[in-house]
């Protein structure tokens, strides 16, 4: 159950590598004030886009396979959108090395509750979706611990990608494991994207036969 979790961690140690490249901290320092989600949603179009296309629940139901992941910024800053997503290659090196390709990993949503799976290990959690937003928070309880991260998700022709907050994610890892309080690829990825608000880890998922 903990190596699932931990998929979410490798993630992040992305930034060992991405560090020498990028400083997003410094190269967007000067754009906090104009990169929260609150004045992306009221300059209309990202999250505007993402509700207009929101898929039914409906839709999000049944067993999935896992394909990829990216880091993806959703926001109106261009320099911040290319610089997120010139990250990726080290995520996809990452989740390699940690035995997560394409088909490895299931993901089974069903009425509000949720099973990812990969191998023999499982984790299970609830999930509440709000298609008025496209909004979607995910929780699950591990070790006594409960933990919910919200996103989105977006649908098209048998895909479905679930986009989760990056830094809520980190917080729910420190949360139930609190040896990464300290991690140095955790606090340097928050020190990274402390800065820019719209980051998310998007995980796709294709229709399991």
Known sequence: MKRVILIAVAMFTLATSASA???LSRLFGGSKSTSTSTQTQASNDPYKRLAQAAPTA???EGRWSYESASFSYVGNNYLASMAVAQLDPVIRDV???MGVTTGSAQLQLKGGKGVISQ???SLHGT???NRSTAGVVASTTV???KVSVSGYVKYSSGRLSVMLDVKQMIAAIKSVFPEYKN???ILLVESLIK???DVYVVGRFVTKK
């Open 95 to 97: 989740l390699k090395q």
């Open 183 to 185: 991690d140095p690829n």
């Open 21 to 23: 490249q990028f400083d």
């Open 119 to 121: 191998g023999d290990q």
């Open 195 to 197: 800065d820019l608000g």
């Open 58 to 60: 409906t839709q999000l």
């Open 143 to 145: 070790d006594g611990k």
């Open 127 to 129: 999930y509440t979706y």
